[in-house]
């Protein structure tokens, strides 16, 4: 054996003790956590005091988020070793674990402690000598990675012991499962940069394909939650996506990462009870879009507001109620004035209408009497003239109103002038509306293309006018806030209690929950048992703590508009790539989308390696990207590829054998075919059960977006450009999707920006 693989074999057996000394820290966490689970369920059912019940669902439900992280973290717990100039070596793993004596003997990769494993380069490696990447295979160490900063500050033992490959390069090299995995151990420094932005303010990280925008995202998240844990347990984190694929796409890395409380959602999913399943044309998404349409809602409702042509007529019980024209006028002036959402202005509106109705009848009933003056003959003091109305006190009148209140007639003629909306009404109504449109629309706006039937599916672009709506029709929740009321005074008491029972059991000194009004807060006694996660999705005006917007670049300004709304604090982080906008309603550039937000308050970061591509799929991108952005640079890739890329002339009948072929060329990987949106049934068919997980997924562009697959097969490019409302943007997001090998398949003419592609006409 020669020296350098001996020094191999001590560094792995020396790491090797490291590590299995580091698995049996966890396991004894989690025996302390399963035990402490079961004593806390020991104590009793549900009966006991409320005292008693309160302590035990707050240690119960912290146990078992602390078990669930430390199962979370069995795979590769310990994945890094930083060495500094005073021959101190610190572990950096997924969590942070402690010995006996209470050291800390693993590093939470999102401790500040662990940050010079990520930013250390050979020019600035920040005091480091050298970083060490170990690579775990269930609980064996079957590799190290070493990067050495300062070789005159090691040992000679240790230089023998360097080895090769760098551990990115192997991460990125790995077959793809069809899941998004973490990236923990390879974090690169712009990467890091994103991860540990400041939780104020808005941070846009725009990236060509494949830069980590997502992943870096993701792990943003985990690291706030971890740095901010009071903060954002309470408020929640939202993390909006394009399409449910790709949601599912990245579903697992944050509870790889330990946490399991982020809100996922598409655009389309944002409106509680509302599923928006079918898809708008391309001209009424831009429409639809439009930041205008916030004044077509407005208009919309004011429309809803009315006042009658002459007078209002009510016939009851044989009797004409009449209010002046004028009067409802004002009536609903007075109304708009308050300046409340329609619904709970409308409360206003009604007792006001009412009382004039009261007085209306009064009225009416007196001239139905036909008597104009009352005369008394032997006592002329009392003869007077007959005032039923002038005789009405406020009594008579909140009777009045309430009797009218059940009159099926009054009912009618108030809601005709200001009734109770739904949003789904008012939106459905006002698209299936001309005349409304024709009124309320601005000029310029192509309003004509939103026409469609009032029974319509929604659609994604539809979610954010229902939310526009939401917002102005607000809804009667006077019987919630009592309830809020309420509990608000409940909270102080529960925090104290919540810290005392902290603080009697030793969970607080532990170090897993700091603060008691997050606890207090968790478990307010609502009976419902949800997260604030659950109650945050459940509830459309939830306040969010922070929100991560994923190919941000696809959301119109409507969309904005709603996200904003959840995000009151503008704490934003926005991951996107304006080359690759699909969507006509989409972002151009990112000051359009966020300065009418954000008025300029935000920052951007710029990725700019591509970790997925290889340089010879990126050669062939970058002159698809040259075709609709001539000044444009794509990001560089780290990577050479296994093959050229090539063009096949082939029908769609063909894909299954070439796809055979491909599926044997990879191994255990992935083949995604991306087709145009008008052959995705035709080639669907020929691949039946392709979901994320299967070796083979027909999707569209729309669907592919964000994905990656170690072989994509490309078909009817010219299809792709043609149907992209943008021009080639798809066509490029569509190339920039493989890791390994890239084929495309066509029958007619190559769309000119692939000319560079081989052609060949055979498999
Ligand atoms: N630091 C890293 N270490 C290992 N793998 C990485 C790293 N950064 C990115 N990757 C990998 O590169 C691929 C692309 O990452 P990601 O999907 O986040 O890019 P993106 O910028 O969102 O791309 P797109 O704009 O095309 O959707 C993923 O497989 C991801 O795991």
Not at 351 to 363: D, P, Q, V
Not at 395 to 405: T, V
Not at 477 to 491: H, I, L, P, T, V
Request: proline residues 4%; contains cysteine.
């Amino acid at each position: 054996m020669t020296n350098r693989q001996d020094g191999l074999v001590e560094a792995l057996d020396a790491e090797q003790r490291t590590v299995a000394w580091l698995y049996g820290r966890l396991d004894v966490a989690r025996e302390r956590a399963q035990a402490a689970l079961r004593e806390v369920y020991g104590r009793g059912g549900a009966l006991g005091t409320r005292q008693a019940r309160v302590e035990r669902e707050v240690l119960a439900s912290e146990q078992a988020r602390r078990l669930a992280q430390l199962n979370a973290v069995e795979r590769g717990l310990c994945f890094g070793r930083i060495d500094d100039g005073s021959g101190q070596s610190t572990y950096v793993g997924r969590i942070g674990l402690r010995d006996e004596g209470h050291e800390s003997v693993l590093i939470d990769w999102r401790a500040p402690a662990a940050r010079p494993f990520y930013v250390a380069t050979a020019t600035d490696p920040g005091g480091l000598v050298r970083r060490r990447h170990l690579h775990l295979k269930d609980r064996s160490v079957v590799g190290i990675d070493d990067e050495v900063f300062d070789l005159e500050g090691m040992s000679d033992g240790d230089r023998r012991t360097l080895v090769g490959e760098a551990a990115l390069l192997a991460a990125l090299r790995r077959g793809r499962t069809g899941r998004m995995g973490d990236v923990v151990a390879t974090i690169q420094t712009e990467q890091d940069r994103v991860i540990r932005a400041s939780l104020q303010g808005a941070l846009v990280v725009q990236g060509g394909p494949g830069t980590g925008k997502t992943v870096a995202a993701l792990h943003r998240a985990a690291y706030l939650l971890y740095t901010h844990r009071d903060t954002l347990e309470r408020r929640g984190v939202l993390v909006v996506g394009p399409n449910p694929m790709f949601l599912r796409y990245i579903g697992q890395v944050l509870p790889a990462l330990g946490e399991t409380q982020v809100v996922m959602c598409t655009v389309g999913e944002m409106f509680p009870g509302v599923r928006a399943v079918a898809a708008d044309r391309p001209a009424a998404a831009v429409v639809k879009g439009d930041a205008r349409m916030a004044e077509v809602v407005a208009g919309a409702l004011a429309l809803r507001q009315g006042v009658p042509d002459g007078d209002l007529e009510v016939e009851l019980d044989g009797l004409r109620l009449r209010v002046a024209r004028a009067v409802c006028l004002r009536l609903r002036e007075r109304a708009r004035a308050v300046r409340l959402p329609h619904n709970m202005a409308r409360k206003l509106y009604v007792t006001e209408l009412l009382k004039e109705l009261a007085r209306a009848e009064a009225r009416a009933l007196e001239e139905s009497l036909h008597i104009e003056d009352l005369v008394v003959d032997d006592e002329p003091e009392l003869s007077q003239p007959l005032d039923l109305e002038g005789d009405l006190d406020e009594l008579d009148l909140e009777l009045a109103s309430r009797r009218l209140w059940g009159e099926p007639e009054v009912r009618r003629a108030i809601d005709g002038l200001w009734p109770e909306l739904t949003p789904q009404r008012l939106i459905s109504e006002l698209l299936s509306s001309w005349d409304t449109l024709w009124s309320v629309a601005p000029s310029g706006l192509d309003w004509q293309e939103l026409l469609r039937p009032v029974e319509a599916a929604w659609t994604a672009g539809d979610v954010p006018l229902l939310d526009e709506a939401a917002e102005l029709l607000g809804e009667d929740d006077s019987a919630r806030r009592a309830a809020a009321r309420q509990a608000g005074q409940e909270s102080a008491e529960q925090e104290l209690y919540a810290w005392e029972v902290l603080e009697s059991t030793g969970v607080a000194e532990g170090g897993i929950l700091d603060r008691a009004d997050v606890l207090a807060e968790r478990h307010i006694d609502d009976g419902s048992g949800l997260t604030t996660a659950d109650r945050a999705a459940a509830d459309r005006t939830w306040a969010y703590g922070h929100v991560i917007v994923d190919e941000a670049q696809e959301l119109s300004a409507m969309a904005w508009r709603m996200i904003m709304r959840r995000v009151p604090a503008r704490s934003l982080t926005v991951v996107g790539d304006l080359a690759q906008t699909g969507s006509a309603a989409g972002a151009r550039s990112w000051g359009e989308v966020l300065d009418p937000h954000l008025k300029g308050r935000w920052r951007e970061e710029r990725l700019l390696v591509n970790y997925r591509t290889p340089v010879e799929i990126m050669r062939v991108a970058t002159d698809v990207l040259h075709a609709f952005a001539p000044g444009q640079e794509p990001p560089e890739s780290v990577r050479e590829g296994e093959a050229e890329p090539r063009a096949l002339r082939l029908p769609v009948s063909a894909l299954p054998a070439l796809v055979e072929g491909e599926l044997a060329e990879i191994g255990d990987g992935r083949v995604g075919v991306v087709t145009p949106d008008g052959l995705h049934a035709e080639v669907a068919r020929l691949f039946p059960g392709g979901d994320l997980d299967a070796p083979v997924v027909v999707l569209t562009v729309g669907q592919a977006k964000g994905l990656e697959f170690d072989t994509v097969v490309v078909v009817d490019p010219a299809g792709i450009v043609a149907q992209s409302p943008m021009g080639g943007q798809d066509l490029y997001v569509a190339v920039t999707r493989a890791t390994r090998r890239l084929t495309v398949v066509h029958e007619g003419d190559l769309p000119e920006s692939l000319s560079r592609l081989t052609e060949k006409s055979t498999l």
